[in-house]
């Protein structure tokens, strides 16, 4: 009997749950360990927002604000001190902070933010944690609904909305399946979002290029608010963030932009089409072999999709400017071309 009650007891003994880094207990907010740790979060999300909305004239606080925030985005959110503990959840709110508060310096400051640092916001739309994707994605939203009128705001974030409609890969699909709902509800709010910004940046191009007559001006205006100058840098992205053997996820984002690019044009006067498949065919050119894989994937799409008439297959006659620092291969064929010259466009930032 006493070895019966014996075998009992050890079955009723639960297994010790294994410790991960997601379910570490976190000091967050207690005095005996983790009031440093307390403190310096909620500091740094005050410094941040304070450097944002208040000292936007202060070209040496807006810099290093901005490495802040993208080295916490870089690190996953891991608080950036010393022996700091931070939970999952932290984390992520570490990383949705650190994302706003980039995407608010970017586009209200002077300071030059580079495409490393727009790649880190960007990667905050496909987030593990639902929550950060969804409050990110909103602002993205916001942003284009209000602001796509003016220069570089919908060129630059438009690429980064639409990755909010990527499907996952289907190596992921039974990892994430309870977050497809989610993702759908995103891609739903994100494509009328685009819509709209594509409505309003083309509506500022047009209304901007009847007021000049100078070339080198209207080259500027086209790189700054022409919407169809978004598909370049959604190219570059998609292979970034969805490089691999899958096109699937490209497919998606690329279409959803594609779309609202394509959508209420006269079909008599539109060029986009042809302007879009000589980005595609530039772009193929250069030396990054995942950008060439899905510049070509994008043509594909463009001719099957998109095409309405003979002359969408016609070679775009005029100029395309590419950004130097995502394409060098292709940029170095257009400076020898004449087509780029001291005032155009800078290696590596995302400024006006």
Request: proline share 4%; with cysteine.
């Amino acid at each position: 009997d006493d070895t019966k009650c014996e075998e009992g007891k050890k079955k009723k003994k639960k297994k010790k749950k294994p410790e991960s880094d997601d379910d570490d207990a976190s000091d967050f907010g207690k005095a005996k360990r983790g009031w440093a740790f307390s403190t310096r979060f909620l500091a740094l999300r005050a410094a941040v927002k304070a450097v944002a909305y208040r000292g936007l004239a202060v070209a040496s606080r807006q810099k290093r604000a901005a490495e802040i925030v993208v080295g916490l985005l870089e690190a996953r959110g891991a608080p950036p001190f010393r022996g700091a503990v931070a939970s999952s959840a932290e984390r992520a709110e570490l990383r949705l902070t650190a994302a706003s508060t980039a995407l608010k310096l970017a586009t209200t400051t002077n300071e030059a933010f580079s495409f490393d640092e727009w790649r880190a916001v960007a990667a905050v739309v496909d987030d593990d944690v639902p929550s950060v994707r969804r409050a990110l994605v909103a602002k993205l939203e916001r942003l284009l609904q209000t602001r796509a009128a003016e220069a570089t705001v919908f060129v630059r974030w438009a690429p980064v909305l639409a990755l909010a409609c990527a499907v996952c890969p289907s190596g992921q699909k039974k990892k994430r399946k309870h977050q497809d709902r989610t993702k759908e509800d995103l891609s739903a709010t994100a494509k009328r979002a685009l819509a709209i910004g594509v409505a309003r940046a083309r509506a500022a191009h047009d209304r901007a290029l009847a007021a000049v007559d100078d070339d080198a001006r209207r080259d500027t205006l086209a790189w700054n608010l022409l919407p169809e100058y978004a598909a370049p840098l959604a190219i570059h992205l998609v292979a970034k963030v969805f490089a691999g053997d899958d096109p699937a996820p490209r497919a998606a984002v690329l279409s959803a932009l594609f779309d609202a690019l394509a959508a209420n044009l006269d079909a008599t006067v539109a060029d986009n089409v042809s302007f879009l498949l000589k980005c595609c065919a530039e772009i193929a050119a250069c030396d990054d072999r995942d950008a060439a894989q899905a510049a070509n994937e994008a043509a594909s799409l463009l001719k099957t999709k998109y095409i309405t008439g003979i002359d969408d297959l016609a070679p775009y006659p005029g100029k395309i400017y590419l950004p130097p620092s995502l394409f060098p291969k292709a940029a170095a064929a257009a400076a020898r071309r004449h087509l780029f010259d001291d005032d155009d466009l800078g290696d590596d930032d995302l400024g006006d």
